[in-house]
């Protein structure tokens, strides 16, 4: 009698505290505005959101996880699926869609329909090479990391750089199969 | 969105049928075998180390998973005995009863594991360990000063984790 997971994550998202969606984005674009002028370089600006990211990420799973009854993801599919529809509807209120499967079910895209992040942003002629919410990428990896699945997580259309969609390439390398952690002799 | 401190805990905890002191300890392991939480409420006989201890149960868990997983006579898939799984994939128990106590057991696909040990006697514990993941969201994962994999001293999940516990049947 296994929990049945979840279609999406409307049901979790109502049942948690909001946070006001204005205070959100501006905290978020002061974030990034202090870590341009910190950092200077917008390549770092990039690394850095990745990283933070991440950190958010390895935590995020647990509360994704407690909250959603989600026990387990046959394939990679349905993982993709899953954080689409019920991930980030549950954290940040709009949904997603998965497509461009490759042949072997290793990479899709995950495509924004709709992206709280940018609202109020433009990004000045300095800053073209900004993924402005490479967050997000860093978030997606670090979860996928903690379930045992190493990905890469790349922006491939973003509508701050005047592209149609924000759409985020998810790659499976590998998983890790769960071992035992200690050697006989310890 | 959820602010640590003040916030309810969801789901509410399921209600207890009958109140008393039934679970003897607890423990709580993540994918490497880190022990990063040990509670103890009334366990009246030590005979090994603390480590040695966690390192014996992170064992029995782990071969008896796999042990499982090799005799079950529904799955097609399933590899030699001992040869590592991915997370999630074959089946897991939940608990085992011996005459002197009860072993419930719940793995996350994040990899930790929670472990109750109580009186023989007590009922399904399921819901009681989802709600003690619930209690380790809200009150370690959300904790800033927390580090992932260290130790867990956070009082506030120490206390609710011993007022909870109490009301366990």
């Known amino acids: 009698m296994a929990p049945v997971a979840p279609r999406s994550g409307d049901a979790i998202f109502a049942s948690v505290e909001h946070v006001n969606a204005e205070l959100f984005t501006l905290t978020y674009g002061a974030i990034v505005r202090q870590l341009l002028t910190d950092l200077e370089e917008v390549e770092e600006v990039n690394k850095q959101l990745d990283q933070m990211g991440y950190n958010i990420g390895v935590r995020l799973i647990d509360e994704f996880l407690a909250k959603s009854n989600v026990s387990r993801c046959v394939d990679f599919k349905e993982t993709a699926d899953v954080i689409a529809k019920v991930g980030f509807k549950m954290f940040l209120g709009v949904g997603a869609s998965v497509t461009n499967w490759d042949a072997d079910g290793t990479c899709c895209s995950i495509v924004l329909g709709d992206n709280p992040l940018v609202d109020f942003v433009e990004l000045p002629d300095t800053c073209q090479g900004l993924y402005y919410c490479n967050i997000l990428s860093g978030v997606v990896r670090g979860a996928l990391e903690m379930v045992s699945m190493k990905t890469e997580v790349t922006w491939v259309r973003d509508m701050l750089r005047g592209d149609d969609a924000f759409e985020l390439q998810v790659k499976l390398l590998k998983q890790v199969p769960e071992e035992y952690p200690y050697k006989d002799d310890e | 969105m959820q602010f640590f401190g003040g916030s309810d805990i969801s789901p509410s905890p399921p209600a207890p049928t009958a109140s008393g002191n039934n679970a003897h300890m607890m423990y709580v392991f993540n994918r490497n075998g880190v022990c ?32 499982t997983a090799k005799m079950d006579p529904t799955s097609m898939d399933k590899g030699n005995l001992g040869v590592p799984q991915l997370p999630g994939q074959g089946c897991s128990f939940h608990s085992f009863r011996t005459n002197t106590y009860k072993l419930s057991f719940m793995e996350t696909p994040s990899g930790i594991k929670i472990i109750l040990i109580t009186h023989p006697k007590t009922g399904d514990l399921r819901e009681s360990l989802k709600y003690i993941y619930n209690l380790y969201v809200e009150y370690v994962v959300k904790n800033p000063i927390y580090t992932p994999g260290a130790p867990i001293r956070c009082e506030l999940f120490n206390t609710s984790l011993d007022q909870y516990v109490r009301s366990i049947s």
């Open chain 2, 36 to 67: 990063f939480l040990y509670r103890e409420w009334n366990r009246p006989l030590h005979t090994l180390n603390a480590q040695q201890d966690h390192k014996l149960m992170f064992g029995l868990l782990f071969s008896l998973k796999s042990l």
